[in-house]
């Protein structure tokens, strides 16, 4: 688990405080919001997939993965995994393109609540990389599964801490092996990176 922290409790006020990243101010995500235009939605998708290149969320995927491959070789099966919230599925794009390579049998497959994000993930999968992906809401019914690896990735802060756990508790029920999730750590120099990381790789509003 990559720089998950307990979420703080969320402050509410009319003046503002005192600058603490650990604080969670709540607010609708426009990513969330199905009257998204299209066109904004795919340019948000492809800020986010040049974010989480640079930020290494799929290698951190891959090397887990890479892990679990030593004991699963001799099941002769292949290793199953399991990205929720794919969004734009670049974690899974990475983790295909780094097992093709290595020679390592995964089935990967992604749910998202956005079909709009599904679409992308399909068309934007390297040569070689099959992907089975599904239009779930995970806030609302159990997830697939079993899978050996079940991830998750930037998408618990979005959330308030009784979705959080309830959705950690629903991959904890379709998991055999290994549940892997990445998320903001809440400090100064997090916010910072943050701030010069979405500046920087992306012209996107929403991002």
């Avoid at 503002?16 to 607010?27: K, N, Q």
């Amino acid at each position: 688990m990559l720089g998950l922290q307990r979420p703080s409790p969320v402050r509410v006020s009319a003046r503002p405080g005192p600058f603490d990243p650990a604080e969670r101010l709540r607010e609708a995500e426009r990513m969330d919001d199905p009257s998204l235009h299209p066109e904004e939605h795919r340019r948000a998708l492809d800020g986010l997939r040049r974010i989480n290149r640079v930020s290494l969320a799929g290698w951190r995927v891959w090397r887990e993965v890479r892990e679990l491959d030593s004991s699963f070789r001799a099941s002769g099966r292949p290793l199953r995994v399991l990205d929720v919230a794919c969004g734009g599925g670049d974690v899974l794009h990475e983790v295909g393109r780094r097992a093709r390579a290595s020679g390592v049998e995964v089935e990967l497959h992604g749910c998202d609540v956005s079909p709009l994000a599904l679409r992308h993930a399909e068309r934007g999968a390297p040569d070689g990389v099959v992907l089975t992906l599904s239009r779930i809401d995970a806030l609302n019914g159990p997830l697939p599964g079993p899978f050996d690896l079940v991830t998750c990735s930037l998408f618990l802060h979005h959330l308030s801490r009784e979705d959080a756990v309830m959705l950690l508790e629903r991959m904890k029920a379709s998991v055999r092996h290994r549940l892997f999730v990445q998320d903001l750590l809440r400090t100064r120099l997090g916010w910072a990176l943050a701030w010069v990381g979405v500046h920087t790789l992306t012209t996107s509003e929403v991002v």
